[in-house]
T-cell receptor, first 114, second 114 residues
Framework: EAQVTQNPRYLITVTGKKLTVTCSQN?????MSWYRQDPGLGLRQIYY???????DKGDVPEGYKVSRKEKRNFPLILESPSPNQTSLYFC?????????????FGPGTRLTVT | SQKIEQNSEALNIQEGKTATLTCNYT??????LQWYRQDPGRGPVFLLL?????KEKRKERLKVTFDTTLKQSLFHITASQPADSATYLC?????????????FGKGTKLSVKP
């Protein structure tokens, strides 16, 4: 089954404790992206990757890191999480560039930072 | 910077009626515009993509229009059903961004009453 998977689905952590949210897709997609979704602010892009070893900032990249060492994986790293990073996070992928192709979204990761 | 606005946070209609949702944007006109459906706690699901040279696109009970003069896209659901209740998002490429920098509207929550 074609899908985007994220792990963990739920995470409660404390301020400053490094964490990684994994994202994997099995569709051989070139493009992958991370979003956060907050009430009243909608879905905002954090980082995206057009291909392996190619990443770029979205609209809200501060406090996040990403890497794209393999085509299928695109982990999101929070080196020192803070409470304002409490949010619902989505990973997405598409065959080509983000604007031209339908995005396939993962199920989401609900992160709480205390 | 580019702004994207969806006409209202919530729209309530009666089953069988046509729901019309609006996506307005400022500044430049995107070449492509996408519409997604999102159910509570789940990732968005792609519905339709429309290009600037397409005035209208249809898929079953869904219809999207794109008016570059008005800087607006309309999303219609005909013969609406309670199962159509969800939040609907529009998205396109951010002005000045690379092909991967997508921005989303905050969404319109549609409720279809039986």
């Amino acid at each position: 089954e074609a899908q985007v998977t994220q792990n963990p689905r739920y995470l409660i952590t404390v301020t400053g404790k490094k964490l990684t949210v994994t994202c994997s897709q099995n569709m051989n997609h070139e493009y992958m992206s991370w979003y956060r979704q907050d009430p009243g602010l909608g879905l905002r892009q954090i980082y995206y990757s057009m291909n392996v070893e190619v990443t770029d900032k979205g609209d809200v990249p501060e406090g996040y890191k990403v890497s794209r060492k393999e085509k299928r994986n695109f982990p999101l790293i929070l080196e020192s999480p803070s409470p304002n990073q409490t949010s619902l996070y989505f990973c997405a992928s598409s065959l080509g560039t983000g604007a031209l192709d339908e995005q396939y979204f993962g199920p989401g990761t609900r992160l709480t930072v205390t | 910077s580019q702004k994207i606005e969806q006409n209202s946070e919530a729209l309530n209609i009666q089953e069988g009626k046509t729901a019309t949702l609006t996506c307005n944007y400022t500044n430049y006109s995107p070449a492509y515009l996408q519409w997604y459906r999102q159910d509570p706690g789940r990732g968005p699901v792609f519905l339709l993509l429309i290009r600037e040279n397409e005035k209208e696109k249809r898929k079953e009970r869904l219809k999207v229009t794109f008016d570059t003069t008005l800087k607006q896209s309309l999303f219609h659901i005909t013969a609406s059903q309670p199962a159509d209740s969800a939040t609907y998002l529009c998205a396109f490429l951010n002005y000045g961004g690379s092909q991967g920098n997508l921005i989303f509207g905050k969404g319109t929550k549609l409720s279809v009453k039986p």
